[in-house]
């Protein structure tokens, strides 16, 4: 392929056909015939197509629709795109560089539930045991019947299903924490996301537990901090806090060095600054716990849910480790059927033509006419506009970091990289 200045990285191995092109002209036909005895193209990308990622990014950047912009395709276990767009701080004009740190949110899922899972492999838990074997306070759940929102009173009735560590890993548990369901958490002291204050994970959770559900567990998907509760296993069944436990489970063995729920000191100016995209049509800065919790606070909380911080390239490590059956550079951090069994959709048609397995969406066949990307493939993303794509069908993994919310300007960050990366296939 080829290769770009500044903060591009191209990918550079070099293909067969062109390391003949450049012996005599006698070793042609030999180059041919090796070239149709391995079934491949030269590249996998059509280099003057691929380049159209730059010219879409640059242009909502430019236009001022988004701050700045990160993104990365991965192919064949090889980096073919890498590239920051815009700015890292706007105000100051500080360019976004590929190894910036952004709030990743909710792929903080992903890297907490595949370390769970790691349990469930050694035998520690099942995931149809009741989760009020490890956590008492949710031995009886209560589901909303009414809410009064002058008052900020409801009425509940008992769950005629018990909860499991499945409804949890499956955001089928019925908690909920959108809506009217936000002000219930706060009156009850729940932090969903981010906390300044000194709250552990285990008290946080034990607060949850109060909380009413939006419906019978195992009746519907609801999204929500249903990843908080997972986080609270890991602490009680491995003994350790949840970053020590995900760090020697899952970041230190994919080399995700730059990953954290807090940032060190001599990190914290690799930082993106969060912006918004309100109503009114133009960016500005957010300010407030989004903005700052990544180094703020009493810094004890750490939402399994939404709470780390990371480079594009660790999560990079983390995906080609899913791809790679479990495995990073020839350590097995998980399974291969365990991820097998993570992959499939878990909820059946509880969201429509999209699936969910354990961790992110499922493409089921249904969903396909709506999307380029391949059938099978895995995706999730966070509030703050991160988002990747695992696709074995391909072979190939892609990701685009942004740190923008709530974005109203009609663009849709990530399907433009699923849209300009896949047409340049071969």
Request: net charge negative; aromatic share 12%.
């Amino acid at each position: 392929m080829w290769q770009e200045t500044e903060t591009a990285v191209y990918g550079k191995k070099q293909s067969l056909f062109t390391k003949n092109m450049k012996k005599t002209l006698i070793l042609l036909s030999l180059g041919a015939l090796l070239l149709s005895s391995c079934g491949k193209q030269p590249e996998a990308f059509y280099p003057e197509r691929l380049a159209w990622v730059d010219s879409a990014y640059r242009h909502y950047v430019n236009e001022g629709y988004m701050p700045h912009c990160v993104a990365m395709v991965v192919k064949d276990g090889e980096t073919v795109y890498l590239k920051a767009f815009g700015y890292r701080d706007r105000e100051q004009q500080i360019p976004c560089q590929t190894t910036d740190i952004f709030r990743m949110a909710s792929q903080t899922k992903a890297i907490i539930t595949v370390a769970f899972m790691t349990l469930f492999e050694e035998g520690k838990i099942q995931l149809d045991e009741p989760i009020a074997k490890y956590l008492p306070e949710w031995d009886n759940p209560q589901v909303l019947d009414s809410y009064d929102p002058s008052t900020g009173t409801y009425t509940t009735h008992p769950a005629k299903t018990r909860l499991t560590v499945r409804h949890f890993i499956t955001h089928t548990s019925g908690l909920c924490i959108d809506g009217f369901y936000d002000h219930i958490a706060a009156q009850l002291g729940v932090p969903t996301h981010m906390s300044y204050d000194s709250i552990p994970l285990r008290e946080a959770v034990r607060r949850m537990a109060q909380m009413p559900l939006k419906h019978e567990p195992g009746a519907d998907f609801t999204y929500a901090c249903n990843t908080n509760v997972l986080g609270a296993l890991c602490e009680i069944l491995s003994g350790q806090d949840i970053y020590t436990f995900i760090k020697e489970r899952v970041l230190d063995p994919c080399e995700m060095t730059d990953t954290y729920f807090y940032l060190p000191d001599d990190k914290k100016e690799r930082l993106v600054t969060l912006y918004c995209y309100p109503q009114n049509g133009s960016l500005e800065r957010v300010d407030g716990i989004y903005q700052d919790f990544p180094y703020s606070g009493a810094k004890v909380f750490c939402s399994p849910s939404a709470g780390l911080c990371g480079t594009i390239e660790d999560y990079a490590h983390f995906c080609q480790m899913v791809l790679d059956n479990g495995t990073y550079k020839g350590r097995r951090v998980i399974g291969r059927k365990t991820l097998e069994m993570m992959q499939k959709n878990g909820v059946g048609h509880m969201r429509g033509e999209i699936g969910y397995g354990m961790a992110w969406d499922v493409f089921t066949p249904e969903n396909a006419h709506n999307t380029i990307v391949s059938e099978g493939s895995m995706r999730w993303g966070g509030m703050f506009g991160t988002d990747y794509i695992i696709d074995p069908q391909e072979n190939m993994i892609l990701l685009m970091y942004v740190n923008n919310m709530p974005n109203f300007s009609g663009y849709n960050a990530k399907t433009l990289l699923h849209n300009t990366v896949y047409q340049a296939l071969r």
